[in-house]
C-alpha cells in the first residue's frame, strides 16, 4: 500500500506529514483519517515544537492548527516561509473561526490551502493529496535542475583541459620560426579568442562555486605602480594588434598599496578590457583611467582606488546599466539577441563586493561606455 500510495503522488518514498496541533484530540483525530493512507505521520504540540523538528522530519506536507499558545499557526507559517529551507513545503491551515478572516491572513502569511474544524474525512484527504502533488512537481523539478546543473558544471570543467592545450601550442607555433607581421597578427587573435573562452569558463565556474556560498577572497598588499605597468604591458600590444587605440591615464601616489587578491582582481580587469575591446570598432579607442590616493583619517569614506575602462562602443541603454551585473537579466538579454554583455560583468560585480567595493556602467557624453571600479 505504501509503494502504491508513493506512486499516485509522483514521490519516490512515503510522504512525511508534520501535524502541528495543541490540542492532543485534535491531533488523534487526523491521525485517524491519514492513518489508513500509509503516510508517515509526525506530531508536535507547539509552533516552537514544530520548528524543532522540522530539519530532524524534513516534512513533505504541514498542518497547522490556526489557535495555539505561545505562537499560532499563522505565526509559524509566516516564520516557515521566510525561511529558504522550509518555504517551498505546502503548508494546510486547520481553522475553526471565520473562514474569510482567516483566509486572508493566512494567505498573507504564505499558506496554500485551509480546512475548517471540524474536519471532514474526504475532504481532508483530498487537499493532502493535492499538496502532496504540488510537493512532488516541485522536488521534480528541483532533482531535474540539480542534474542540470552538475552536467554543466561537468562539461565546463572538461572544457578547461584542451583548451589550456591550444593556448600552449599557440604559443609554441610562436616561438618556433619567425612570423610575418600578418601572421603574427592572425596568431594573436587566436590567441585572444582563446583566452577569453578560458576566462569565460572560469568565470562560469566562479559563479557556480559562489551559488554553494560566500566568495572567498584572499588579499595581500599590491603595489598599484607595479600592477599598473604589468597591467599596460600586456594589454596595449593586444588591443594594438585589434586596429584599435589604447590609452593609459594614471594619477597614482608613490608607494601606494591597495588590498587587494591579485588573482581574482586581474581576471576583472581581463574581462572590463575584453568586453571593451568586443564593443570597440577598428581606429576607435579604448581608455583605461587609474588613480590611486593616500587617504587621511579624515577621508577614509572616500575610495583609496578608481579605475574607468572607457570604450567608444554604442553604450548601453540606462535601463540595463543594472541588468548587465544580473545573472538572470544577462541570460535574457541574450536570448533577445544583445550579445554585447555577458557573464563576466557579473563575475566583475561579485569579486568587486567581496573587496568591499562597488562596480557601476554609465555612458559617456559623446559615445560609448564607461566602467567604473572604485574601493
Not at 471565520?98 to 498573507?108: C, I, K, P, Q, S
Not at 599557440?170 to 587566436?190: C, D, H, S
Not at 583566452?195 to 554553494?212: G, P, R, V
Request: charged share 25%; aromatic share 6%; proline share 4%.
Amino acid at each position: 500500500m505504501n509503494h502504491l500510495l508513493s506512486k499516485e503522488e509522483g514521490l519516490t518514498r512515503i510522504p512525511r506529514i508534520l501535524i502541528v496541533d495543541d490540542d492532543r484530540l485534535a491531533r488523534d483525530i487526523l491521525e485517524a483519517v491519514l492513518y489508513p493512507e500509509g503516510y508517515e505521520l509526525h506530531f508536535a504540540s507547539s509552533g516552537s515544537d514544530a520548528l524543532n523538528r522540522m530539519q530532524e522530519v524534513a516534512p513533505d506536507l504541514l498542518l497547522l492548527d490556526v489557535m495555539m499558545p505561545h505562537m499560532t499557526g499563522i505565526e509559524l507559517c509566516q516564520h516557515l516561509k521566510k525561511s529558504t529551507k522550509f518555504q517551498h513545503i505546502p503548508i494546510i491551515l486547520v481553522t475553526a473561526l471565520d473562514a474569510t478572516e482567516e483566509l486572508v491572513r493566512g494567505l498573507n502569511a504564505g499558506a496554500d490551502e485551509f480546512i475548517s474544524k471540524p474536519v471532514n474525512s474526504h475532504e481532508l484527504r483530498a487537499r493532502v493529496r493535492s499538496m502532496l502533488r504540488i510537493k512532488a512537481q516541485y522536488d521534480k523539478l528541483q532533482d531535474t535542475l540539480q542534474f542540470r546543473d552538475s552536467l554543466s558544471k561537468l562539461i565546463v570543467h572538461d572544457m578547461r583541459n584542451p583548451l589550456a592545450v591550444i593556448l600552449i601550442y599557440v604559443q609554441l607555433l610562436k616561438r618556433k620560426e619567425p612570423l610575418t607581421p600578418e601572421q603574427g597578427k592572425y596568431f594573436e587573435f587566436i590567441h585572444s579568442e582563446a583566452q577569453q573562452l578560458s576566462n569565460f569558463l572560469d568565470d562560469i565556474l566562479m559563479l557556480a562555486k559562489f551559488e554553494d556560498g560566500p566568495l572567498v577572497i584572499t588579499c595581500k598588499e599590491v603595489d598599484i605602480n607595479k600592477f599598473i605597468a604589468e597591467f599596460e604591458q600586456q594589454y596595449r600590444a593586444l588591443v594594438n594588434s585589434q586596429e584599435v587605440n589604447f590609452e593609459l591615464i594614471q594619477s597614482v601616489d608613490r608607494s601606494i598599496t591597495v588590498q587587494l587578491d591579485l588573482n581574482l582582481f586581474q581576471r576583472v580587469m581581463d574581462n572590463l578590457v575584453l568586453n571593451a575591446l568586443k564593443v570597440s570598432v577598428p581606429n576607435s579607442k579604448i581608455t583605461v583611467r587609474i588613480e590611486a590616493k593616500h587617504q587621511s583619517s579624515a577621508q577614509t569614506t572616500l575610495p583609496r582606488l578608481r579605475i574607468n575602462v572607457i570604450d567608444e562602443g554604442i553604450g548601453i541603454p540606462p535601463e540595463d546599466w543594472e541588468r548587465v551585473f544580473d545573472k538572470n537579466a544577462i541570460i535574457a538579454m541574450k536570448q533577445a539577441g544583445q550579445n554585447q554583455v555577458g557573464l563576466g560583468l557579473v563575475f566583475c560585480r561579485m569579486v568587486i563586493e567581496a573587496h568591499g567595493g562597488r562596480i557601476f556602467v554609465r555612458n559617456n557624453p559623446t559615445q560609448g561606455a564607461t566602467f567604473t571600479i572604485e574601493i
